[in-house]
C-alpha cells in the first residue's frame, strides 16, 4: 500500500510539472480550484489499488539447532515460546529434512535450490561459485533489497545481495568480527544478539522502500555451545533427561556407525567442548586448543571472570569426584546439553525480537517469516553430538512459518520437504517465478496437513570423508516409513531402517527376508537416478 502511495505521488509530481508549462493563466486557476479534488481521488485509487504488494521474506536459521530443542517439536528439553509463535500462528513441517548435513552444503541448497552435485559444494572446504545463479538474484532483478547477516560459511563473498554483513569464518560466539563490502569489524557483545541488533537496523532502515528479503543467519548452537553470561546458571537446578539410545553398542550396524569420531564420551575435548580448564595455573603451558580455545578467542578479562565464576566450582567438583566411566559419560551429556540449550534461550529470545520489531514496523502482514537450521544435531542419541549421517537426527531440521492470511494459525503438514524446497518457494511466493532449482514450492502445503501429490522419497548425499568426525560417505532414501541406506568409499555397507518400528534406528533390517521387496525398489530408485551416485565427487 505504502509503495503505490509513494508511485502516486512521484506521478502526481510529474502533472504538476506538465501543468505549469503548457496551460494558459485561467486554465492554470482551475486547475488549482480543483487541485483539492484531484489529491481526494488520487489518494483514493492508491488505497483501491488492487494489485497486491510483493510479500517480504525473513528467513531465520540458525547453526546446527535440533528439533529435539524446540518446544513446537517436543518439550521435553526446553521451551521455545517465540519460535513456537511461528507454529501457533502459522505452519510446522513435521518432516523437514535436509540434502547433505553439514554446513556449507546446506547454505549453498538454500540458495540454488540444487542438490551438492549440481551446485559444486559438496563439504565445508570448498568454495561456492558466486557465479551461478541463486534465487536472491532472481529477487534482486524483480525488484527486491536482499540482505544476508550473520553466518554465512561459503568461502566466497555473498554475490547478488543488496547488503551483507557476515560473520568472519564460522564466527566467534563473544566479541565476533563481521565484514561487510566495505571493511571486517569487531563489535562487542554476545553473537546471537549482535547479528539479530544489525538486522533490526537494517530492517528499521529500509521500511517502505522496496520489498525485501532478509537472511537472518545465527552462529549459535554451533559447536562449542558458548551461552550468553546472563544466561550460564540457566538449568542448574536439575539433570535434563537423558535419550534411551546414550549407550549405544551399534551392534546391528555397519562399522560406519562404530567408526565416527563424534561421541561424547570418547571425543569431546576438556576445555573447548567441556569449558574444564587445564590443571595447570601456567596458560603458558596449555596444549593450543586448552590456551586459545578454552574461553573463546575473543572474550574479555571481565567476561573471562564471570566465565570461570561459573564453570571453575562446578568442574572442580567434577575433577575430585571419583566417577566410574558411565557416571563420567552422563556428567559430560548433562554439561554438554546444558550449554546447548542455554544458547538456544538466546537465539528463542531473539526470534522474539524479530517478530516483536516485524509488529512494530507493521510488517508483520505481509512477510512471510521462516525459522529453521542449517541441518539437525544429535542430541546425545546414540551417545553422539555433530551431525552428518542420514539418521533421523541429523537428517531432519526444523521448520516453521508464518504468513498471515496465507498460511491458517495452527497448521501442521507432514509430507516429506527438503532445504532443497526454499529456494522454489521463495521465487512462487513472490510472483517472480515459477519452479525453481531441483525443489518444489512449498506453498501448496500451506494449508494441508497432507498433499496427495508430493513426492515420495528424499534423497540424501554426504561427502565429507575424510574429515571432520570421521563420518563416512553415504547416500540413500527415506520414505514416509523406511530409510535406506549405502555407505562407501572405504566400506560398501548398506543398512536399512523401518521407521515405523524401529524409531530410534537401533536394529538394521537390510539382511531381513521380511523387507527384501521394498529393499529391492529403493534400490532399484537409486540405481535409476545414475547422477545420485558415488562418482560424484572425488577429493
Ligand atoms: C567445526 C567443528 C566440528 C563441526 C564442523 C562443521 N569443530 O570444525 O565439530 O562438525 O565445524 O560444522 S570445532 O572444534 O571447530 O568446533 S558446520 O555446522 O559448520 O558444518
Ligand atoms: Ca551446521
Known sequence: MLQAFIKYRINFKLGEMRIDKNMKNNQFFICLLLLPALIFLTCCAAYNDDVPEKPNIVFIMSDDHAYQAISAYSDHLIKTPNIDRLANEGILFKNAFV??????????????????????????????????????????????????????????????????????????????FFITEEDTVQMKGYVTDLTTDIAL????????????????????????????????????????????????????????????????????????????????????????????????????????????????????????????????????????????????????????????????????????????????????????????????????????MRFPGRIEPGMVN???????????????????DEGYGHGSSLMPLFNDSKVKDWREYVYYHYYEYPGAHSVKRHYGLRTDRYKLIHFYNDIDAWEFYDLEEDPGEMKNSIGSPRYRVIIDSLQQLLENDKFYQEDTFQF
Not at 546446506?106 to 558466486?130: E, I
Open 201 to 400: 537496523s537494517w530492517l528499521r532502515m529500509r521500511v517502505g522502500e522496496k520489498p525485501f528479503c532478509l537472511l537472518l543467519h545465527h552462529k549459535a548452537p554451533h559447536r562449542n555451545w558458548m551461552p550468553n553470561l546472563q544466561h550460564l546458571a540457566l538449568f542448574n537446578d536439575r539433570d535434563l533427561p537423558v535419550p534411551d539410545n546414550y549407550f549405544d553398542d551399534y551392534i546391528s550396524r555397519s562399522a560406519a556407525a562404530r567408526e565416527q569420531e563424534m561421541e561424547i564420551a570418547a571425543d569431546m575435548t576438556d576445555a573447548w567442548d567441556l569449558k574444564i580448564r587445564p590443571d595447570d595455573p601456567d596458560p603458558e603451558n596449555w596444549d593450543e586448543r586448552g590456551y586459545a580455545w578454552h574461553y573463546g578467542k575473543l572474550m574479555t578479562g571481565e567476561q573471562k571472570k564471570v566465565w570461570d565464576a561459573h564453570y571453575d566450582p562446578l568442574n572442580e567438583s567434577y575433577l575430585k569426584a571419583e566417577m566410574t566411566d558411565k557416571e563420567r559419560a552422563l556428567w559430560k551429556y548433562q554439561r554438554y546439553i546444558k550449554d546447548y540449550l542455554r544458547c538456544i534461550v538466546s537465539v528463542d529470545d531473539n526470534v522474539g525480537r524479530v517478530l516483536d520489531e516485524l509488529d512494530v514496523l507493521g510488517l508483520s502482514e505481509n512477510t512471510l517469516v521462516v525459522y529453521t537450521s542449517d541441518q539437525g544435531f544429535y542430541l546425545g542419541e546414540h551417545g553422539w553430538f555433530d551431525k552428518r549421517f542420514m539418521y533421523e537426527e541429523s537428517l531432519r531440521t526444523p521448520l516453521l
Open 414 to 432: 507432514e509430507n516429506l520437504v527438503q532445504n532443497l524446497d526454499f529456494a522454489a518457494t521463495f521465487i512462487d511466493i513472490t510472483g517472480v
Open 99 to 176: 540434502t547433505n548435513s553439514i554446513c556449507a552444503p546446506s547454505r549453498a541448497v538454500l540458495l540454488t535450490g540444487k542438490h551438492s552435485y549440481a551446485n559444486g559444494v559438496f563439504d565445508n572446504a570448498l568454495p561456492f561459485d558466486g557465479a551461478q545463479d541463486t534465487f536472491i538474484k532472481r529477487l534482486g532483478e524483480a525488484g527486491y533489497e536482499t540482505a544476508v547477516i550473520g553466518k554465512w560459511h561459503l568461502k566466497s563473498r555473498p554475490a547478488g545481495f543488496s547488503h551483507y554483513q557476515i560473520l568472519r569464518d564460522q564466527g566467534e560466539y563473544y566479541n565476533p
